[in-house]
């Protein structure tokens, strides 16, 4: 038996595959209207990475340069480069009128903040005393306190020689996952982290018993029973990876003075006292000889000190950048050496 198919039914079927085409033609066209659109995003937000990174770039430049019209001699908080009001060489110069935010670069702007490296102690330079001064000034367990400065020695020194409390890569490598001690400077404070003894509360600061509500009381060395890790500080709050060597008296901050050996809490906020708009001898807040500390020290010996652990200038700074290009903004930071009349940017890098 012959199916014979009608004239209106081939024209009905010919009007369904019309409606296919159409209809996949227009996912087609949907399709690449989305991947035209995904695409010209993708080279604008090169585009746009791309000036960010100059602004940026731009940044770091423009700390350079304020760094390099600073007046030679002591470096205070209170200058222009750490947002200051300035001092009388500064304001009547060319920073009279420099502020660190809304700086144009281009169609776009920048924000920078500078951090004197030598505000903190350099990881990398700290002897035994120090760091175990460090580490009674923070709190830490009297019990602990030999095992973490043993091993932080051991992690930067070069040698596999493992010290009375400290440790190498023999011990490291027990560990799961393994790794081996470093045997060079410390790079990134992050490290302190890997190292024996160093927990992560001691590294950032704080309490472990900041949700309890039963607030313990340090007693001295060691802890009440049931007592977790309480720090007013950590160590990345008063160490840096680089620096000159020597701590500014005029940048530093209480936490950091109080750590010197032979001060304590009393004489360093003595010393942040004299640094004040009318301290110094020139009544400008400004500590330019070791002398002029003598009424906020516990003593002679503190004086010795000073000297051997301290200065009151440094060179080495921190820039954070923030750079901005219509809506979006992206964050740097910069390493900057500064020489006499001379800034160098040494390292550039996204946050």
Not at 12 to 17: D, E, L, N, T, W
Not at 80 to 101: F, H, I, R, S, Y
Not at 304 to 311: D, E, I, V
């Amino acid at each position: 038996m012959k199916i014979h198919f009608c004239k209106k039914f081939r024209g009905g079927f010919a009007v369904i595959m019309v409606l296919v085409a159409i209809t996949a033609l227009a996912i087609m066209a949907g399709a690449l209207a989305v991947f035209m659109k995904v695409e010209s995003q993708l080279a604008f937000n090169a585009n746009d990475s791309e000036k960010l990174l100059w602004i940026g770039r731009a940044g770091a430049e423009r700390a350079g340069w304020l760094l390099a019209q600073e007046p030679p001699g002591p470096t205070s908080l209170l200058q222009k480069w750490a947002g200051g009001p300035g001092l009388d060489q500064e304001t009547n110069g060319p920073l009279a009128d420099v502020t660190l935010t809304s700086f144009p670069v281009g169609d776009g702007a920048v924000d920078i903040a500078l951090v004197e490296q030598e505000s903190k102690f350099n990881i990398n330079t700290a002897d035994a005393t120090l760091l175990q001064q460090v580490l009674t000034t923070m709190g830490v367990d009297a019990g602990k306190i030999s095992v973490v400065s043993d091993s932080i020695q051991d992690w930067i020194d070069r040698d596999d020689a493992t010290k009375a409390a400290g440790a190498e890569s023999d011990f490291y490598q027990g560990l799961n996952p393994s790794y081996y001690s470093k045997n060079a400077p410390i790079d990134n404070l992050e490290e302190l982290q890997l190292i024996q003894g160093v927990t992560p509360l001691m590294f950032q600061g704080g309490s472990a018993d900041v949700n309890s509500p039963f607030k313990h009381h340090q007693l001295g060395f060691g802890r009440a029973p049931g007592q977790g890790e309480d720090y007013p500080f950590g160590l990345r709050d008063v160490f840096t990876p680089y620096s000159n060597g020597k701590v500014n008296v005029n940048t530093a901050d209480v936490n950091v003075l109080s750590c010197l050996p032979g001060m304590d809490s009393n004489s360093a906020a003595g010393i942040i006292a004299l640094r004040s708009s009318d301290g110094g001898a020139a009544g400008d807040g400004v500590i330019r000889s070791f002398n002029q500390l003598i009424p906020a020290l516990p003593g002679p010996a503190a004086l010795q000190q000073f000297s051997r652990y301290c200065t009151v200038a440094g060179n080495t700074y921190e820039v954070h950048i923030t750079a901005h290009a219509g809506a979006d903004a992206r964050e740097f930071v910069a390493v900057i050496l500064r020489y006499g009349n001379r800034a160098q940017v040494v390292s550039f890098y996204p946050k």
